[in-house]
Nanobody, 116 residues
Framework: QVQLVESGGGLVQPGGSLRISCVAS????????MSWYRQAPGKERELVAT????????NYADSVKGRFTISRDNAKNTVFLQMNSLKPEDTAVYYC?????????WGRGTQVTVSS
């Protein structure tokens, strides 16, 4: 059974930091590129960051470049998103996605709220 379980979300003040995680099971994690998406209320889901299956390459949305870092630990089937200098506009539900050729899996999301 394929599962992606996100954790680590919460309430943080503007300028603060948060690290969210996604633990995968039920598929060969090291084959899959991993991404973080987010969806704010009333907005479409958007791609935040992607990391290749071996962790050798990463890409970021312009809105988070220089502030967010995606990483993975293939030995622990886990992908991370380190978020620094958080802004109120980063408030959203953050979703983990695994993709390999035509196969795609989603987690249920973790809420991140940036507010004073």
């Amino acid at each position: 059974q394929v599962q992606l379980v996100e954790s680590g979300g919460g309430l943080v003040q503007p300028g603060g930091s948060l690290r969210i995680s996604c633990v995968a099971s039920g598929f060969t994690f090291r084959w899959y590129a991993m991404s973080w998406y987010r969806q704010a209320p009333g907005k479409e889901r958007e791609l935040v960051a992607t990391i290749t299956n071996d962790g050798g390459s990463t890409n970021y949305a312009d809105s988070v470049k220089g502030r967010f870092t995606i990483s993975r630990d293939n030995a622990k089937n886990t992908v991370f998103l380190q978020m620094n200098s958080l802004k109120p506009e980063d408030t959203a539900v953050y979703y983990c996605n695994a993709r390999h050729i035509s196969s795609s899996h989603w987690g249920r999301g973790t809420q991140v709220t940036v507010s004073s």
